[in-house]
């Protein structure tokens, strides 16, 4: 089952292309989604975070490649309120006027 599983996210396949030595490609994909209602997989991560844990083993290494992090427009600089207004009146400062 967990073959099976990690078959289908490494090759980023379809749940029907499964191979048939892995069984019903609908069987493992209940198996997966009534262990991650019921927590079966945090458990399993947590069990193996502590044993790395207690072994020295555990070191975090994140990569994040921007050609697949997308951000939302609105992180682009788009404006988050409605339209500007082209004519604004501009009213003169208070501080000393040129000469």
Do not use: C
Not at 52 to 77: E, F, K, M, P, Y
């Amino acid at each position: 089952m967990i073959d099976a599983i990690a078959w289908k996210f490494q090759t980023g396949s379809q749940w029907i292309h499964l191979p048939e030595k892995y069984g019903n490609w609908r069987g493992v994909y209940n198996r997966l989604r009534m262990w991650a209602i019921d927590g079966t997989w945090e458990r399993v991560f947590t069990a193996l975070v502590a044993q790395a844990d207690a072994d020295d083993n555990l070191n975090w290494a994140v990569s994040v490649d921007s050609t697949i992090v997308r951000a939302h427009q609105h992180a682009a600089g788009a404006r988050k309120k409605g339209p500007q207004q082209a004519n604004r009146q501009t009213t003169p400062s208070a501080g000393p006027a040129a000469d």
